[in-house]
């Protein structure tokens, strides 16, 4: 069994619009080994918000995540965004992705991501780029 992995937010966006190596990994990944963070959640609401059509936006990325975990930013999560943040002060990453890799790091997940140049700075985080 592959080690849980958290989709970022572009790799949802890339599925959604098709992009043909993203849906070839999401459908060959098993769904339990999957998660999204509430930060995607959030990402992903305001884009249907902005979107032309909201209702049928929001209907595809809830259908695309349905089953996954959605991990929260909680406690440990907190003290590990603290931790990440000091030791990135010298070159740090964005604030979502920050907080996105925290939650990795908190709950053991690595991160597939579009963003592996980011996300490769943070030691120790297992980072996985689908897009081609």
């Known amino acids: ?30 769904r339990r080994e999957l998660a999204v963070t509430a930060i995607s959640l959030a990402e992903l609401e ?28 909680t406690r440990s999560e907190a003290y590990e965004h603290a931790r990440l943040r000091e030791t990135l002060r ?7 992705d920050l907080i996105i890799a ?6 053991g997940f690595g991160v597939i991501t579009r963003n592996a140049r980011e996300f490769k700075r943070v030691r120790g985080l297992k980072v996985v780029e689908w897009a081609g």
Do not use: C
Request: glycine share 8%; hydrophobic share 45%.
């Open 90 to 96: 010298e070159q740090p990453i964005g604030e979502r």
């Open 46 to 73: 305001y884009g249907s918000r902005r979107s032309k059509d909201p209702e049928a936006h929001r209907t595809l990325w809830l259908r695309l995540i349905k089953g996954m975990p959605v991990l929260s930013f």
């Open 1 to 30: 069994m592959t080690a849980p992995r958290i989709l970022d937010t572009n790799i949802i966006s890339l599925a959604l619009r098709g992009d043909a190596a993203v849906v070839r990994h999401l459908g060959a990944a098993r």
């Open 102 to 107: 925290a939650i990795a790091m908190a709950n």
